[in-house]
């Protein structure tokens, strides 16, 4: 799992992810998951971005 901070940039979260990657499949894997790597930290920037109302239920509770 990725500790993002508030602040953190696209780079560190892809830094991170990549480092996790190496670290579950070895070094050659995470070279060929690179795009999916930094596709899914621009995600996870992006949703970091955005504040939830605070009465806003999830949609399951509906």
Same mark, same amino acid.
């Given at each position: 799992?990725? $500790?993002?901070?508030? $602040? #953190?940039?696209? +780079? +560190?979260?892809?830094? *991170?992810? /990549? ?7 070895? *070094?050659? /894997?995470?070279?060929?998951? +690179? ?6 930290? /621009?995600?996870?920037? +992006? ?6 109302? /605070? #009465?806003? *239920? ?5």
């Amino acid at each position: 799992m990725v $500790n993002m901070k508030p $602040n #953190d940039s696209v +780079e +560190e979260i892809a830094v *991170e992810l /990549r480092a996790q990657a190496v670290r579950l499949w070895g *070094e050659q /894997r995470a070279s060929e998951l +690179e795009e999916s790597l930094q596709q899914t930290a /621009r995600q996870l920037w +992006e949703l970091g971005q955005v504040t939830p109302h /605070r #009465d806003l *239920e999830p949609g399951f509770y509906q």
